[in-house]
């Protein structure tokens, strides 16, 4: 199993990025699959996934109304569209994708906001 993500960088504050993540060896569409960071100083969270039971959509509140994630099945993807972000979204963006005790994780991408 393998994950790939793209996408990060630096950018401005009140600009966008969109993180993308391909997986290759599971059958996507089974799995929980979203996005994980880690800030500066603060331990991993979730900022958003979506779930393979019911397709609920989670968003922490830090980030909603600017980010939107999407998974396409077909493509073994899912991106995570960053708009209006802040300094404060700086960190490692990790790609996850969960099934029962069963996770893989991408090897993370780099968002620095600067102000």
């Known amino acids: 199993v393998q994950l790939v993500e793209s996408g990060g960088g630096s950018v401005q504050a009140g600009g966008s990025l969109r993180l993308s993540c391909t997986a290759s060896?599971?059958?996507?569409?089974?799995?929980?699959r979203g996005w994980l960071r880690q800030r500066p100083g603060k331990e991993r969270e979730v900022v958003s996934c979506i779930s393979a039971r019911d397709g609920t959509i989670y968003y922490a509140d830090s980030v909603k109304g600017r980010f939107t994630i999407s998974s396409d099945n077909a493509k073994n993807a899912v991106d995570l569209q960053m708009n209006s972000v802040k300094p404060e979204d700086t960190g490692i963006y990790y790609c996850?994708?969960?099934?029962?005790?069963?996770?893989?994780w991408g090897q993370g991408t780099q968002v620095t906001v600067s102000s």
């Open positions: 060896g599971v059958n996507f569409e089974h799995f929980t």
């Open positions: 996850n994708i969960a099934f029962n005790s069963v996770l893989y």
